[in-house]
């Protein structure tokens, strides 16, 4: 009887252990499959998230190019002008080393840098010949008429640069803020060489 108890007792010890065993590799399989369940929820989940951002960004830039339509209809030439000096200063940002986000504000900005010019009346935006001086006193509101309108949308408040201080001078003889030499910000000495450059041809 001793020898079967003991017999007995050594075989529920080993199965004990084999069932402990067994129940060790059935947690860490449920572990292993919750987690890579998990993994993919999660991955799908921010792919949704993703998408629904970019979705989000483009509706953003679409309003940007219908308030370049909406100045277009004001003023003919501005439309064809934006679209060159776009294109230039991205190109000469990429010369510049600008990459990424930098450059995604920088063109933002570029397409935005004379939505001031909502705020200038017909008279001065569409009139032939010379401005007097009191016309160009308005006509020079423009950049911070921009800076008060972008500073209060979230997603724009970033591309202010170029159309605040796209007229600032490497002298300080610019406007609205009189800045010079590297005060002026990187992204609006750009723009302002393009601007310029594409006046005179």
């Not at 108890?5 to 069932?19: D, N, P, Q």
């Not at 679209?83 to 995604?104: E, P, Y």
């Not at 591309?159 to 406007?175: A, K, M, N, Q, S």
Request: proline share 2%; aromatic share 8%.
């Amino acid at each position: 009887m001793n020898f079967l108890f003991r017999r007995t007792h050594h075989e529920v010890g080993v199965g004990s252990r084999v069932l402990s065993s067994n129940q060790s590799v059935k947690g860490w399989l449920f572990i292993c499959f919750t987690s890579l369940l998990l993994f993919f929820l999660i991955d799908r989940n921010l792919r949704i998230i993703h998408r629904a951002h970019q979705a989000l960004l483009d509706s953003y830039d679409q309003t940007l190019l219908g308030w370049v339509e909406v100045m277009d209809l004001r003023h003919k030439e501005t439309k064809h002008h934006t679209q060159r000096v776009t294109q230039m200063t991205l190109r000469l940002g990429r010369l510049a080393g600008l990459t990424g986000t930098d450059l995604i504000k920088m063109e933002r900005g570029a397409i935005l840098h004379d939505i001031g010019k909502i705020g200038v009346s017909d008279v001065i935006l569409l009139k032939r010949g010379p401005l007097t001086a009191e016309e160009w006193i308005e006509m020079k509101r423009h950049p911070q008429i921009a800076y008060d309108l972008l500073r209060k949308i979230r997603h724009l408040k970033t591309c202010v640069e170029i159309p605040y201080c796209h007229h600032e001078r490497w002298d300080g003889h610019g406007y609205p803020r009189g800045l010079k030499g590297q005060e002026i910000p990187l992204s609006a000495r750009i723009f302002s060489i393009v601007d310029v450059w594409d006046a005179l041809i």
